[in-house]
């Protein structure tokens, strides 16, 4: 599955709209985002914040939430309250709807990851979509976890390199392979035979040396825009 780069990050639009075929990438930074983002909130949502036992954690969880429901609002044109959410098998957010509310075929698939306080969104209309992104943090044995994760071919790849390549290389693998398992709604167990029954779509999104991310989608995107998130 090839990769491509892209690093062009502008601000985003106010009232975004994806053309078909279109992904759209939305970064934050959750730290720089004010408490307004707690307000739409549904009572389950910040329920599940107070759970988290670490109190930043919390906090960066529930300004990640609340910015989806911002950027949902954007797309939709809708008050970020009214949006239902629904849950996967395995953890995959999906907009829900009333039995008598009218088919919402027009809402983006979409997807959403944190590391830290860099948030990233992608929204799509090229079919499902994940994304990941991760920031370096303490030291870890690369080649023995993606020798657990990412196979044999992947940890011979990376045990040739130099310690600084292999540590951002790895984490570029990572990402990819974890915006692959997200785009499909997959878990950790079984995924490999869900991915090769899947053909899927991915781009290596450019963060920086301390940073990787990615994103992946069912089917080749024909665009695909990077913004900054601006309230």
């Not at 075929?21 to 408490?35: F, P």
């Not at 960066?60 to 809708?78: D, E, K, N, T, V």
């Not at 080649?143 to 040739?160: N, T």
């Not at 990572?174 to 878990?187: D, I, M, N, P, Y």
């Amino acid at each position: 599955m090839p990769a491509t780069a892209q690093d062009v990050w502008a601000p985003g639009p106010p009232r975004p709209m994806l053309t078909d075929g279109a992904i759209h990438v939305w970064r934050a930074d959750l730290t720089a985002e004010a408490g307004e983002l707690d307000d739409p909130l549904c009572d389950e949502e910040r329920e599940r914040a107070a759970r988290i036992v670490n109190e930043r954690d919390g906090e960066l969880w529930s300004r990640s939430r609340g910015l989806l429901r911002a950027l949902l609002g954007r797309y939709l044109q809708r008050d970020p309250r009214s949006l239902r959410f629904a849950t996967g098998e395995h953890g995959k957010p999906a907009l829900a709807r009333d039995a008598d509310e009218p088919s919402r075929s027009a809402a983006p698939s979409f997807n959403l990851s944190h590391s830290g306080q860099l948030a990233l969104y992608a929204f799509s209309a090229a079919g499902a979509v994940g994304v990941d992104v991760e920031l370096a943090r303490r030291p870890i044995d690369e080649v023995a976890i993606a020798a657990r994760a990412l196979g044999a071919a992947e940890a011979r790849r990376l045990q040739a390199l130099a310690p600084d390549e292999r540590r951002r290389e790895f984490m570029r693998a990572w990402t990819r392979h974890e915006a692959t398992l997200k785009c499909l709604g997959v878990g950790i167990g079984g995924a490999e035979d869900a991915i090769a029954g899947r053909v899927t779509w991915i781009a290596q999104l450019e963060l920086g040396a301390d940073a990787a991310a990615a994103v992946a989608a069912e089917r080749p995107a024909r665009e695909l825009r990077c913004w900054d998130w601006r309230a």
